[in-house]
């Protein structure tokens, strides 16, 4: 089969490789399409140890070929979106049982832009921070695919006040497409926002931006972070002044969440996916490339112009 394969020297190139067998708690997909996200950049730069050659690719959609030994809740035929360790940007890809979900008649497209970025959003604001009605949330990468998705879980959850912070001026109009109440620039943060306090905020940007934000929040205020995008340089905060303002950080990995609690994860793409299918969360699929364009895909993620979600046309 062909597949994008990532060489010693950090090449992505596409090769003729051996098409896998699904193991006894897996389904083996042929991929429709597949979802870029941000951890094809962390791959590309080398960020990930990972064996070469390595095939790249997080998300697949496609249609269940073969099933494991063990599975009994996928079959033949089903359309399916997957999150995968691996694999994903091949013409067949393998993935965990448990961590595939039926998706029924949603397009494709949409369904491999689910990806790892739709369950994230839903637990960031169900699970972690746990927004209910009335409470006012701050979004960092505000138009990115997390970004996009949570303030729509943050809205139905009944948050009254949404503001976003986007990097550059050219997102502001596609955040605002997404139902933020305000957008504002990330250069413009915190001084723009001096004068207010939020319950929740969601940082994936991590550094000067992550101590501004604890000090953004109000009374029982909840920081999720989930991500360095601009730096990994180490955050350190005093818990006994968190303590004494009442706010609390918090964490998420759904990446080690997929290995130590898979049906957690599950949890939430489920519920997340009720809403997609239902037509309440919007996945706006922002780019279609072909699998030989993976590389340019990847780059204009990792340049930060993009918005919604990008995916590879496989079959
Ligand atoms: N912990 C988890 O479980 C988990 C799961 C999925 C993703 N993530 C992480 O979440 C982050 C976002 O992922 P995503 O899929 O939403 O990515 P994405 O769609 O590529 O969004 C990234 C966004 O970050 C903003 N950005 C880029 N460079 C920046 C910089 N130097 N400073 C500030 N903002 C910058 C841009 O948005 P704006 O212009 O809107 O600011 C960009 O659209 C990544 O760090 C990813 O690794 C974590």
Same mark, same amino acid.
């Given at each position: 089969? %062909?597949?994008?394969v ?11 490789? $051996?098409?896998?067998?699904?193991? =006894?708690? *897996? ?23 990972v064996? /070469? =050659? ?34 994903a +940007? ?7 049982? #448990? ?7 949603l397009? &494709?497209r ?8 739709t369950? !994230? ?11 209910t =009605?009335? $409470? ?12 996009? &998705?949570?303030?729509?879980? @943050?809205?139905?959850?009944?948050? !009254? ?12 109009? =596609? ?5 933020y109440? %305000?957008?504002?620039?990330?250069? %413009? +943060?915190? $001084? ?13 940007i991590?550094?000067d !931006?992550? /101590? #501004?934000s ?7 205020g909840? &920081? ?7 730096? +990994? @340089?180490p ?13 609390? &950080?918090?964490?998420y ?5 997929? *290995?130590?609690?898979?049906a /957690?994860? #599950? ?10 299918? #239902?037509?309440?969360?919007?996945? %706006? ?27 590879? /046309?496989?079959?």
């Open positions: 089969m %062909e597949a994008m990532l060489d010693a020297d950090d090449q992505l190139h596409v090769a003729e490789i $051996e098409q896998p067998d699904p193991g =006894p708690d *897996q389904v083996a997909i042929r991929v429709e399409f597949a979802g870029v996200q941000y951890g094809d950049v962390l791959v590309k730069r080398g960020h990930f140890p064996p /070469r =050659p390595f095939v790249p690719g997080f998300e697949a959609s496609g249609r269940v070929i073969a099933v494991g030994e063990n599975v009994t809740a996928h079959h033949v035929g089903d359309a399916v979106a997957a999150l995968t360790g691996a694999g +940007f091949a013409e067949v890809a393998v993935a965990d049982a #448990a961590l595939t979900f039926g998706v029924g008649d397009d &494709l949409v369904a491999a832009g689910f990806g790892w970025v369950p !994230t959003a839903h637990a960031l604001i169900n699970s972690l921070a746990r927004v =009605p009335g $409470e006012s949330v701050l979004i960092h990468a505000a138009a990115g695919g997390v970004g996009s &998705l949570a303030v729509q879980f @943050a809205r139905l959850a009944g948050a !009254t006040r949404l503001t976003g912070v986007v990097s550059t001026p050219s997102q502001i109009e =596609p955040a605002n497409q997404f139902g109440d %305000e957008v504002i620039l990330a250069s %413009e +943060f915190p $001084e723009r926002v001096a004068a207010d306090q939020f319950d929740v905020i969601l940082d994936p991590g550094g !931006t992550r /101590r #501004a604890l000090e953004r929040l109000a009374a029982h909840r &920081l999720v972070a989930y991500g360095n995008i601009a730096t +990994f @340089a955050v350190s905060v005093d818990v006994n002044e968190l303590l004494m303002a009442g706010r609390s &950080l918090l964490t990995n759904s990446n080690l969440l997929s *290995q130590t609690n898979p /957690r994860l #599950a949890n939430s793409a489920r519920a997340a996916l009720a809403l997609v299918t #239902a037509g309440q969360v919007r996945i %706006e699929i922002t780019a279609e490339y072909p699998l030989s364009e993976l590389s340019t895909a990847i780059e204009r993620l990792s340049d930060g112009t993009g918005h919604g979600k990008n995916i590879i /046309r496989i079959t």
